[in-house]
């Protein structure tokens, strides 16, 4: 496998996803933390910061345990920083370049250089520049602008660029990641989604032996390849949960228990949707709604999890973005980033915790999902809040309004899967609102609701932008929305972006 020191830069998940789609496993760690090195580390990466290398508290790197040992390389910051421990001199200038440049002088003969092609695009993003190289570097790429846009330091596999090459902008940076794992770190591309689901099973296997394990299905995808994977490795020894909240989508509880059955899942279905109802009646505060809902799940879960006999282990969908120590770009101390997957586990329920898949990104979960024959219908499921329709319905809730929006929520998705548009968008829904509008229905006016449908394109949900949709898309789901849900006269549709929107209205 593969080390990549995290300094705090914006890219350092990127270039561990470029690194895993060249099948080699790979692991970040903050620069400040670094672990005990094992014999199946062959190469290490430092990535860039948003530090500057002559700033006073800029990360300082112990590279004792690699330079010499192994293949090093630095990229951005991690290039400036070696050039600057070896007595160059780093400093911000004239020269400085943000976005697209060209490789100019390559030297073609490196091993890092291999089969990248003169005046090959490359992504640049940084302040300072590497003005004077020490002697035994030797330059093996420029810009027009950075003289010293590659190095390979002369009697150790030590390199550094300067551009990053893990973002698409760099076109041949795939090419120089894989020169750099597959040639110089001599890195066997053997991770695939295979060979990780044959290992997890048999470390399973390992760990936990004939002991029982429970795992709470939400529908989701992270959890229904949490239990697929498992319930391979220890068959019936895993049972599911999967709690019918009262706030799921139309007809999704029903449905979703069937396919987990025909899955050979070993699960059961309760459905406490009074319990939630009875508990959020006459709040409309989201925080409260969310408390609420997260404290009912926990009562109703534990009372199903003690009902299984000697169960030892909790099983958890974590995936990798939830457990990366983050570098504070604010001072060099590492800080755990926190989330609301991560931790949650209440005292009372005294279980270890079992984590398959914390070493996965999300579209390697889908990719493991995939080769376990989990249908791509349900891998390609748009991403569904915890809380629910709860928090789509602004104000209070009542079981009337979340079957309005139940049945205004399916005929928008099933007109997206109609249509051939829910694959491309990336999360969609409907908003119930506490707004009541005029109408005119025949010869009567009417005075009823008012829903709003948000479709949004992102990648993990940070940033998003509203869908494009059709209009004659939007026009036929108003239309059947209005005519066939009794209580609704008017339909919005949300074109706003996150930032400064978010996603959900509440
Ligand atoms: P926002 O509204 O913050 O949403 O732009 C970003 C993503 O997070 C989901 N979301 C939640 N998921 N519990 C969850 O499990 C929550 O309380 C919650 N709030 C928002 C939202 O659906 C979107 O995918």
């Given amino acids: 496998k593969i080390l990549i020191l995290d300094c705090g830069s914006q890219y350092t998940q990127l270039i561990a996803r470029r690194v895993r789609e060249l099948n080699v496993y790979c692991e970040i760690h903050p620069y400040n933390a670094i672990p005990e090195l094992e014999d199946s580390v062959k190469g290490l990466i430092v990535s860039g910061s948003p530090f500057s290398v002559n700033d006073v508290d800029s990360p300082e790197i112990d590279l004792s345990a690699f330079r010499n040992k192994m293949p090093v390389l630095g990229v951005c910051y991690g290039a400036q920083y070696l050039a600057k421990l070896d007595g160059g001199r780093v400093e911000a200038s004239d020269t400085r370049e943000y976005g697209r440049a060209h490789l100019e002088e390559i030297q073609s003969q490196s ?80 991770w695939t989604p295979i060979s990780f689901v044959e290992d997890t099973i048999e470390q399973m296997r390992a760990k936990l032996g004939n002991d029982r394990v429970v795992l709470g299905l939400s529908g989701g995808v992270d959890s229904t390849v949490t239990a697929v994977l498992l319930s391979e490795a220890i068959g019936d020894n895993l049972h599911c949960i999967f709690v019918n909240n009262g706030l799921l989508r139309k007809n999704e509880f029903e449905g979703v228990l069937e396919q987990y059955k025909g899955m050979g899942l070993n699960v059961k279905g309760v459905d406490a949707s009074d319990r939630f109802l009875s508990a959020l009646a006459g709040v409309s505060d989201p925080e409260q709604k969310r408390k609420i809902i997260g404290r009912v799940f926990i009562e109703v879960f534990d009372d199903e999890a003690s009902a299984i006999k000697e169960v030892k282990w909790l099983a958890q969908g974590t995936i990798y973005p939830d457990v990366i120590e983050s570098v504070s770009v604010k001072g060099p101390s590492a800080t ?34 995939s080769a376990l024959g989990i249908h791509p219908d349900l891998l390609g499921r748009h991403p569904f809040p915890g809380p629910g329709l709860a928090i789509r319905i602004l104000g209070d ?12 929520d399916a005929l928008f998705i099933n007109g997206l899967r109609e249509h051939n548009l829910y694959d491309s968008v990336w999360q969609a829904g409907a908003i119930l609102l506490p707004v009541q509008s005029v109408g005119v229905m025949g010869d009567e006016r009417t005075y009823e609701q008012v829903v709003a449908l948000r479709a949004v394109e992102s990648t993990d949900g940070m940033t998003a ?42």
């Avoid at 420029?142 to 590659?150: F, G």
């Avoid at 755990?336 to 991560?342: A, F, G, L």
């Avoid at 809730?397 to 205004?408: C, F, G, M, S």
């Avoid at 239309?479 to 009794?486: E, H, L």
């Fill in 111 to 190: 091993p890092l250089m291999q089969g990248m092609p003169a005046n090959s695009q490359v992504w640049m993003s940084h302040g300072d520049t590497i003005l004077k190289t020490p002697e035994n570097f030797e330059i093996i790429a420029s810009t027009r602008d950075v003289r010293v846009a590659a190095y390979h330091i002369q009697g150790e596999d030590t390199y550094g660029i300067q551009f990053h090459p893990e973002v698409y902008h760099s076109t041949d940076g795939l090419q120089l990641i894989r020169n750099f794992l597959v040639d110089i770190c001599q890195c066997s591309q053997d």
């Fill in 336 to 369: 755990i980033k926190s989330h609301h997957n991560v931790g949650g586990l209440p005292d009372f329920m005294k279980l270890k915790v079992v984590e398959p898949m914390n070493t996965l990104f999300k579209d390697e979960v889908r990719r493991v999902g």
């Fill in 397 to 408: 809730i009542t079981a009337e309004k979340v079957r309005i929006l139940q049945e205004v």
């Fill in 465 to 506: 932008d509203w869908v494009h949709l059709p209009y004659n898309f939007l026009a036929e789901v108003s239309n059947k929305i209005i005519n066939r849900v009794k209580g609704v006269n008017r339909v919005v549709y949300d074109i706003s972006s996150k930032p400064p929107a978010t996603i959900e209205w509440e």
